[in-house]
C-alpha cells in the first residue's frame, strides 16, 4: 500500500503560481511512477503531468506544457507539481497519483490516489 497526501493548493489569480507537493508513506516509493490528474466540476479526472521512477522521465498535458514542471525527491518521499502562469481553466481539484509502471496516463491505470487539493485561479 501507498499512502498519498496533497497538500499546496489555494486560491491565486491568473498569472500567479503555486506549488503542489504530494508526501507518500508505505511501500517503496522510489519504485512508482507517480502522476497528479485534475478534475474540475461537471467534467472528467484528467492527466496533468507524470513523472518515472527516477525522474528521467516526464510528460505533460498539452494544455499544461511549458508552464507546469513535476519533479521528485525520493529521499523525502514527495512529488512536487509547480505551476506557473496560471489560468483560471486550471481551476480544479488536484489529485497524486502512483502507479508501478512508466507508460499510461491513464486515470485508471494508477492504483494509489491522494484526497486531493483545490486549486482555483481567478480572473
Known amino acids: 500500500q501507498v499512502q498519498l497526501v496533497e497538500s499546496g493548493g489555494g486560491l491565486v489569480q491568473a498569472g500567479g503560481s503555486l506549488r503542489l507537493s504530494c508526501a507518500a508513506s508505505g511501500r517503496t516509493f522510489s519504485g512508482y511512477t507517480m502522476g497528479w490528474f485534475r478534475q474540475a466540476p461537471g467534467k472528467e479526472r484528467e492527466f496533468v503531468a507524470a513523472i518515472n521512477w527516477s525522474g528521467g522521465k516526464t510528460a505533460y498535458a498539452d494544455s499544461v506544457k511549458g508552464r507546469f514542471t513535476i519533479s521528485r525527491d525520493n529521499a523525502k518521499m514527495t512529488v512536487f507539481l509547480q505551476m506557473n502562469s496560471l489560468k483560471p481553466e486550471d481551476t480544479a481539484v488536484y489529485y497524486c497519483?502512483?502507479?508501478?509502471?512508466?507508460?499510461?496516463?491513464?486515470?485508471?491505470?494508477?492504483?494509489?490516489w491522494g484526497q486531493g487539493t483545490q486549486v482555483t485561479a481567478s480572473s
Open positions: 497519483a502512483a502507479r508501478l509502471y512508466w507508460g499510461s496516463f491513464d486515470s485508471k491505470d494508477y492504483e494509489y
